[in-house]
């Protein structure tokens, strides 16, 4: 029987996110979700499931009984969403990873699929960081609350696969970009924050913007089609129940593996391309007062590489997808203040 099938139904929950609808727009793309050949692809808004109601996940998933689930749902934000909000990063993705994945598993889900975070791994990982860093160091403490609640998404799904034989698998993309990114100046991540900043700058005419920190960690950056490509790649050819699965330096199946471009650039040189990209002439400057991250995170992502998936859209040729969507959500009116 194939790991995938387009008459499989296919949950894929926080599908109108940015991750969730790559992923949706992967799925369609390879003919999943077939209704001509009994198949599905369920959607359903927050107002038609609240993933934070255990009894009505519980229910839905029992009327429904998804043969895959793609676990894409999250309260998502930088640094300071993560230092404001800590409890609402830890509590609400524990519980919609929890309702989710147990409710997978009570109703038969075949697969399960669960998206994590590069953040998962220590501050001071080996570099670039294999799967084997988890656990064998201290997180990064503005994003701490959000790395816990994914590494426990990441190990539940693991338990599942080995108490209960749920064929389950969990992707760590790096920071991931584009279409239906979130654009707020305070609750985004550095690039859509940087996107909108100089956007503003230089249609108000400014002539300097200052960005947070030094400038000098390295980040590496996903376009979002990519990773939803890589999503369906990995549910096609990837399971930890079988005997070529990808394994750790044990010769354990591992459980997750890194999403990646395998390249990292400095936010300086990102802040520079970003302005470039948009038509910003002003100044550039730093307030290295400002919290600023983990000083190097590169992903190896070779195990994935090895399976037979790599990315495909380099920076240079995201960034002006990005700005475009930016451009396009701003003129309807969908940006947030």
């Known amino acids: 029987m194939a790991l995938l099938s387009p008459s499989d ?11 969730g609808s790559a992923i949706s727009r992967a799925l369609k793309g390879k003919g999943y979700g077939d209704q001509t050949q009994h198949g599905a692809l369920l959607t359903p808004t927050r107002q038609q499931l609240d993933l934070l109601n255990g009894q009505a996940v519980n229910t839905w998933m029992k009327a429904n009984r998804p043969d895959v689930v793609i676990l894409a749902a999250a309260t998502v934000g930088g640094i300071e969403a993560n230092r404001s909000r800590p409890s609402d990063f830890l509590l609400q993705n524990l519980k ?35 799967e084997e860093e988890l656990l064998t160091g201290s997180l990064e403490s503005t994003n701490e609350w959000y790395a816990i609640a994914k590494i426990a998404g990441i190990k539940l799904a693991e338990a599942l696969c080995r108490q209960h034989g749920v064929d389950a698998i969990s992707l760590m993309p ?9 654009y707020h100046l305070t609750d985004s991540h550095v690039l859509p924050a940087l996107v909108r900043r100089f956007h503003e700058a230089k249609e108000t005419g400014m002539k ?38 990808p394994k750790d330096d044990q010769g354990e199946p591992l459980s997750f593996l890194n999403v990646g471009t395998g ?7 990102l ?19 400002k919290p600023e991250g983990t000083p190097k995170k590169q992903l190896d992502v070779s195990r994935l590489s090895q399976l037979g998936w790599s990315a495909r859209i380099p920076l240079a040729e995201g960034l002006p997808l990005a700005y475009q969507d930016f451009k396009q959500r701003l003129i309807s009116g969908q940006l947030r203040k």
């Open 174 to 182: 790096t920071n991931l970009y584009g279409p239906g990114d979130n």
């Open 271 to 289: 802040a520079e391309k970003v302005a470039q990209t948009v038509g910003y002439e002003g100044n550039i400057l730093w307030d290295s007062s």
């Open 263 to 269: 390249i990292d650039i400095s936010i300086r040189e």
């Open 208 to 245: 300097t913007v200052t960005c947070w920190g030094s400038g000098t960690p390295l980040r590496e950056f996903l376009h979002v089609d990519d990773l939803g490509e890589a999503c369906v790649f990995a549910l096609e050819n990837w399971s930890t129940l079988s005997g070529d699965a």
């Open 9 to 19: 139904n296919i949950f894929v929950a926080g599908g109108h996110g940015m991750a």
């Open 96 to 130: 919609l990873q929890t309702n989710v994945m147990e409710a997978s598993w009570q109703a038969g889900t075949r697969r399960l699929l669960f998206l994590g975070s590069s953040c998962i791994y220590p501050k001071f990982a080996k570099q670039p960081i294999r």
